[in-house]
C-alpha cells in the first residue's frame, strides 16, 4: 500500500512505487488517495477527490502491476492507516503486505495512530527522497524497530526530490506527461487572481480592460451555459495576450512554434494573434487544450466549436467596453441563445467586411455554415 494525497501524484512517487514494486516483486501494487489527512491540510487551490483519483489511476499505468484504489476515499472521514490495513489484511488473508512510505513519514511514524499496531500488520518499506536521506532512514528504523517491532525494509531508489507543492505552483516540471496535461487541460491548481495581474503587465490599459470585461462575461456565460468557469476566465485573460505585438513579432512566433497559417494580406493584421496567443497560451501558460482552442478560434471562428470556443468568441465579441452599435443586443441574445449570438456576430462580421469591399476569412464562412447546419439539427432535434 502505497498512501498520499497524491495532489498532484508526481514522478517522485512513480519513481519511488517502481522500485518497490521491482526490489519487493510485489504482485499488487495498491496507490491510496487519502480521504482526509490527519496530519495536513489540504491547500486552497486542491483538486477534489475524485480528480485526485483519477490521475493517480493514471500514473498506476506508469508502475508494474499497480492500480489505483478508492478504499479510503470510499470510506470517507480520516484515513487512519491503520483502518484501511486492516481492511486490505482481510481482503488479502493470506499475503504479506508491505506499506511504502518516504523519509519525512517514517520520520514522524511514531506519532501515528497505533504505530505498534500498524507494524505487526505491514513491513514498511522506505523510499529515501534525498540522498542524505540514508543515514537518517537507518536511524529511524533502528529506533521503530526497538520500539515498535517494525520490520523496514530500505528501498534502494534514486530520489527524485519533488513535492506535490511544488508540482502544483509550477515551479518543478517534472510531472508524468499525462498528469502534466490532466492538470492542464482543467486548469488544476491554476490561480486565477496570479494569472490577471500577470496579464495586467504584458497589456496596455485598454486591452487590459477589453480583457476584464471578457473574462466577467465568459464567467457569467460559463454559469448560463454550464461550462467550466476556470477555463473560460483563463481563455479569456489569455486570449489576446500577443494582440499588441508587431506584425514582425508574430510571424516570428509562427515560426518558432511552427504554425503553419494561410493568411492572405487582407486579414493578417486582425487575425494572426489568435494563432500565435494558443501557442503562446501553450508553451508559456501551460494552458491545455481547450483553452487554446478557444483561443485559437475567438477572432474567425471554425467549424466544430466546442461550448467554450463559442463563449470565448462572443465574450470577446460584445463585452461591456464594446461599444459599436449592436454590441448590447448582441450581448442580451448570448445570455438567452449562445448559438444565435455566434451566428448573428458572424453574419454581421461578414456583411461589414463586405461593405469595406473585403471578403472574410474562409474559415468564418465555413463557421458561419457550419453552425447554422448545427443549429438546424437541433431544432429538427426539439
Ligand atoms: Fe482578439
Ligand atoms: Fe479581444
Redesign the pocket.
Known sequence: MFGGTFNPPHSGHVAAACACSEQLKLDKLLLVPTAVPPHKQLPALTATSEQRLEMTALVSRLIPNAEASDIELARGGASYTKITLDALREMYPHDELWLIMGTDMLESFHLWREPEAICSVARLAVCARDEGDRQKIADAAQRLSEKFGARVDIIDNVPLPMSSTGARSGSESKLPECIAEYIAERCLYLDIDALREQVSGVLGEK?FA??LG?EALAARLAQIYGADERICRASALL??IT?ELSLSQQLRLCEKWSIIHDYDSDNIEAVIHADTGAAVAEHEYRMGKTVCSAIRK??VGDCDMSLVDKIIYIA?AC?ETRRYPGAAGTRELALRDIDAAVISNMEQTVQRLANLGKKPYYKTEQALACLIKEKEGKKINE
Open positions: 486591452r477589453h480583457t471578457c486570449h489576446d494582440k475567438h477572432t470577446d463585452e
